[in-house]
T-cell receptor, first 116, second 114 residues
Framework: EAGVTQFPSHSVIEKGQTVTLRCDPISGHDNLYWYRRVMGKEIKFLLH????????ESGMPNNRFLAERTGGTYSTLKVQPAELEDSGVYFC??????????????FGSGTRLTVV | AQSVTQLGSHVSVSEGALVLLRCNYS??????LFWYVQYPNQGLQLLLKYTTGATLVKGINGFEAEFKKSETSFHLTKPSAHMSDAAEYFCAVSPYYGNNRLAFGKGNQVVVIP
């Protein structure tokens, strides 16, 4: 089966610009997650979709970040306007089961965002 | 809330030597425990996981980890390092019930010396 696909793989934008990251989960996986790793820090949870609904968005850093999941398929994460501290690697993951311990997550390769 | 501690951001190991990466966690509820590996220019790949049952868990590429509840640890080992093991390794914890987000450690960058 195809894995979790993220694009772009890299993005360099100027401060104040807008960037949209996309994630295509594994087909049939209702659960989709966004995580972020800022340089030198841990990978941190951003939010969790179950189908098209936001189950938990408590990790979103501020209202400059907007996540959507159209029709319960792919998801986008928009940063508007981007700030320097938004630089990092954004990971998407999907899971067949609501409790990921049973099957675990499958992660994408990540999008490396650099804000200059 | 859960948290994970991985000490030593960079770990050097000689080819053929034991690989030992330490992971300690804190969790207010029974945890699921994971080790992920990230090879250069790739995504996070699941190495192994502990859910319930046997506390010694075997994963891919010869790695294994042992869940020790009394020590709140889940250390990762491999008897003999190979050059292809050079990667970054992450320990993560997720609660058995409640929210299902993963909490990660800071990661260990493993360098294998020929």
């Amino acid at each position: 089966e195809a894995g979790v696909t993220q694009f772009p793989s890299h993005s360099v934008i100027e401060k104040g610009q807008t960037v949209t990251l996309r994630c295509d989960p594994i087909s049939g996986h209702d659960n989709l997650y966004w995580y972020r790793r800022v340089m030198g820090k841990e990978i941190k949870f951003l939010l969790h979709f179950v189908k098209e609904s936001k189950q938990d968005e408590s990790g979103m850093p501020n209202n400059r970040f907007l996540a959507e999941r159209t029709g319960g398929t792919y998801s986008t994460l928009k940063v508007q306007p981007a700030e320097l501290e938004d630089s990092g690697v954004y990971f998407c993951a999907s899971s067949q089961d609501f409790v990921p311990g049973a099957y675990g997550y499958t992660f994408g390769s990540g999008t490396r965002l650099t804000v200059v | 809330a859960q948290s994970v501690t991985q000490l030593g951001s960079h770990v050097s190991v000689s080819e053929g030597a034991l690989v030992l990466l330490r992971c300690n966690y804190s969790s207010s509820v029974p945890p699921y425990l994971f080790w992920y590996v990230q090879y250069p220019n790739q995504g996070l790949q699941l190495l192994l996981k502990y859910t319930t049952g046997a506390t010694l868990v075997k994963g891919i590429n010869g790695f294994e980890a042992e869940f020790k509840k009394s020590e709140t640890s889940f250390h990762l080992t491999k008897p003999s390092a190979h050059m292809s093991d050079a990667a970054e390794y992450f320990c993560a914890v997720s609660p058995y019930y409640g929210n299902n987000r993963l909490a990660f450690g800071k990661g260990n960058q493993v360098v294998v010396i020929p």
